[in-house]
């Protein structure tokens, strides 16, 4: 089991930047891929960005080129680089984990564990 910790949402102006950090901890923690998704009131939950076992990134349409998932393999931290923000990426932002594989997904079902989410609000 894998317990995720977000942090680095607030509030940013339309093209500035911000930079979520996602902890992950406990057993076998460097074993996991992860991901960012995101969700508004009234939507669906939406794959924003993943990186697999070999450091392969997939990224959404509506954020390439403007957003980076990396990854600090030491310390288990995911991180999401959002740049050139716009009003339509405000949204509560969550990291989620599974096990690692060479797959490349944005599919929310893929994820096993959730952190609580962190909230984007660009105006």
């Known amino acids: 089991h894998v317990q995720l910790v977000e942090s680095g949402g607030g509030s940013a102006q339309a093209g500035g930047s911000l930079r979520l950090s996602c902890v992950a901890s406990?057993?076998?923690?460097?074993?996991?891929?992860m991901g960012w998704f995101r969700q508004t009131p009234g939507k669906e939950r939406e794959g924003v960005a993943s990186?697999?076992?070999?450091?392969?990134?997939t990224y959404a349409d509506s954020v390439k080129g403007r957003f980076t998932i990396s990854k600090d393999k030491v310390n288990n931290i995911a991180y999401l680089d959002m740049t050139n923000l716009k009003p339509e990426d405000t949204a509560m932002y969550y990291c989620?984990?599974?096990?690692?594989?060479?797959?490349?997904?944005?599919?929310?079902?893929?994820?096993?564990?959730w952190g609580q989410g962190t909230q984007v609000t660009v105006s």
């Open positions: 989620a984990a599974r096990w690692c594989t060479l797959a490349k997904t944005l599919h929310h079902t893929s994820f096993n564990y």
């Open positions: 406990g057993p076998s923690s460097s074993n996991y891929c």
């Open positions: 990186i697999n076992k070999d450091g392969d990134t």
